[in-house]
């Protein structure tokens, strides 16, 4: 069964704090992307990632292809990045993006 | 380049009726997937075309139908509306059917 299961489901740090979100998915896949929602919007792509490692700012997004699981880590995090975190996965041979349920990150100032 | 356009941005419609949401895809995709997210839920697939024509459908009713448009463009159809089609509906476009998609800000569908 294609699954995206992400940890942990609610985080709340201080500003300042190293962040880091996890995803694991059961079988292989083609690619995996990182999205942020906020409130209320659409969905914004960080990554897409089918191996190795992603930098953008202060965001790095890494993936273990062997062990099936990816991280996001925010850097120096700050109140802006307060927002709903998303695995979402393309498995091998789907139309379709599979979801994780979403880490909420909650930034205090 | 421009991005994934979705119209309208917000909608309330009554039970029972139709609704029709549109999704401009990023200049050079000619993939649209569209996505239902209830409150508090991930996005689930509704369904994606292809060159016009489907290329895969979710769990979703024969009411929930969908149209591309030779310029790519796309438009999702639903009828008979119910309460429980409240939700944010999301448009991501990609080329030749791969993975590197594009997000729309999506259309909140309020159904009463």
């Known amino acids: 069964k294609n699954e995206v299961e992400q940890s942990p489901q609610n985080l709340t740090a201080q500003e300042g704090e190293f962040i880091t979100i996890n995803c694991s998915y059961s079988?292989?896949?083609?690619?995996l992307h990182w999205l942020q929602q906020h409130p209320g919007g659409g969905i914004v792509s960080l990554f897409m990632l089918s191996s190795g490692k992603k930098k953008h700012g202060r965001l790095i997004a890494t993936i273990n292809i062997q062990e099936k699981h990816s991280s996001l880590h925010i850097t120096a995090s700050h109140p802006r990045d307060s927002a709903v975190y998303i695995c979402?996965?393309?498995?091998?041979?789907?139309?379709?993006?599979?979801f994780g349920q979403g880490t909420r990150l909650t930034i205090n100032p | 380049e421009t991005g994934v356009t979705q119209s309208p941005t917000h909608l309330i419609k009554t039970r029972g009726q139709q609704v029709t949401l549109r999704c401009s895809s990023q200049s050079g995709h000619n993939t649209v997937s569209w996505y239902q997210q209830a409150l508090g839920q991930g996005p689930q697939f509704i369904f994606q075309?292809?060159?016009?024509?489907?290329?895969g459908r979710g769990n979703f009713p024969p009411r929930f139908s969908g149209l591309q448009f030779p310029n790519y463009s796309s438009e999702l159809n639903v009828n008979a509306l119910e309460l429980d089609d409240s939700a944010l509906y999301l448009c991501?476009?990609?080329?030749?059917?791969?993975?590197?998609?594009?997000f729309g800000s999506g259309t909140r569908l309020t159904v009463v």
């Open positions: 991501a476009s990609s080329l030749d059917k791969l993975y590197g998609y594009t």
């Open positions: 079988v292989g896949i083609s690619a």
């Open positions: 075309y292809y060159r016009e024509e489907e290329n």
């Open positions: 979402a996965v393309h498995f091998q041979g789907a139309q379709k993006l599979v």
